[in-house]
């Protein structure tokens, strides 16, 4: 089965930095990667999600990279808010909603005021 | 717009207690997920139906148990709960061969055993 690494585990930056957060998948059948932001006690919100047929993809300050052959694929926050702080899940799937989402272990990150 | 509903939000059961917890999915949505989210900890697939079979199982212990209705809602039985089954537990939807497949994740029911 699919098997995805989250890394860094707790993110801090400063308001207003970067910040990237990174993943690994195994399974190369895998080609839809989507990404949750969970706040204390809340359900994960997907925020931005990526198709193995597009490299990168941005929406305002989020951006996320797909490195296929490395299989590995990235989340870009800039200029960082406080409210950005939450925990966050990168995931991945095999396409057409059939198969379970796979989510990596989570980061939690911390902007600083 | 309508969203994944789950009920209760909140329950809380003795060990070796039953507990019932529901999902309605998005009108139309054909497929429901089954997460466990312990604390610190990313959701960990349990179960899944698509079109009322099941089409996926995880690590779903067997005195857990799943269906799903016609009406496309599930629920989740949980028998003889012990103590380390306490924590959120989320289900998400979505429909099979759609263009837009991310999940959409219910509020999720906190259990408490006790």
């Known amino acids: 089965g699919e098997n995805v690494e989250q890394h860094p585990s707790t993110l801090s930056v400063q308001e207003g930095d970067s910040a990237v957060i990174k993943c690994t998948y195994s399974d190369s059948a895998s080609n839809y990667f989507p990404w949750y932001k969970q706040e204390l006690g809340k359900r994960p919100q997907l925020i931005i999600d990526?198709?193995?047929?597009?490299g990168e993809k941005k929406d305002q300050r989020i951006a996320v990279t797909l490195n296929k052959t490395a299989k590995h694929f990235s989340l870009h926050i800039t200029e960082t808010q406080p409210e950005d702080s939450a925990v966050y899940f990168c995931?991945?799937?095999?396409?057409?909603?059939?198969?379970?989402?796979?989510f990596g272990t989570g980061t939690k990150l911390q902007v600083i005021p | 717009a309508a969203g994944v509903i789950q009920s209760p939000r909140h329950l809380i059961k003795e060990k070796r207690e039953t507990a019932t917890l529901k999902c309605y999915p998005i009108p139309r949505h054909d497929t429901v997920y089954w997460y466990q989210q312990g604390p610190g900890q990313d959701p960990q697939f349990l179960i899944s139906?698509?079109?009322?079979?099941?089409?996926d199982k995880g690590s779903i212990p067997d005195r857990f148990s799943a269906q799903q209705f016609s009406d496309y809602h599930s629920e989740l039985n949980m028998s003889s709960l012990e103590l380390g089954d306490s924590a959120l537990y989320f289900c998400a939807s979505t429909i099979v061969g759609s263009d837009d497949y991310g999940y959409t994740f219910g509020s999720g029911t906190r259990l408490t055993v006790v």
């Open positions: 990526i198709r193995s047929n597009v």
């Open positions: 995931a991945a799937s095999y396409s057409g909603g059939y198969q379970k989402v796979t």
């Open positions: 139906f698509y079109e009322k079979m099941q089409s």
